[in-house]
């Protein structure tokens, strides 16, 4: 909003587009979730310990919800920012 704040090192990244998302990804020997791998991972987290709608008004600490884990234990899964997942599902070759 047309200020400049210092990067944060304990937030959560914000301000990066599909490209730059999927490019670190690579860089980190990773890949980008298909959404159907993001939506089981974050099946059973709890909303009421999230940050939704930026209600600290911005993003919280990476860990600040440790407490409140998906069904399989992943952790922040709910707010914040949005979040990239793939085009592609892995091993399914491109038409």
Avoid: C
């Avoid at 999927?22 to 709890?46: I, M, N, S, V, Y």
């Avoid at 709608?53 to 600490?61: C, I, M, N, V």
């Amino acid at each position: 909003m047309g200020e400049r704040h210092e990067i944060d090192p304990a937030r959560i990244v914000v301000h990066v587009d599909y490209e730059q998302a999927q490019a670190f990804a690579r860089w980190a020997g990773k890949r980008l979730p298909t959404e159907f791998e993001w939506e089981a991972a974050a099946a059973g987290a709890d909303p009421q310990r999230a940050n939704l709608d930026h209600l600290a008004f911005g993003t919280t600490s990476a860990g600040a919800y440790g407490d409140a884990p998906s069904g399989i234990g992943a952790v922040q899964m709910l707010g914040d920012v949005w979040e990239w997942t793939s085009m592609r599902v892995p091993g399914v070759p491109r038409l």
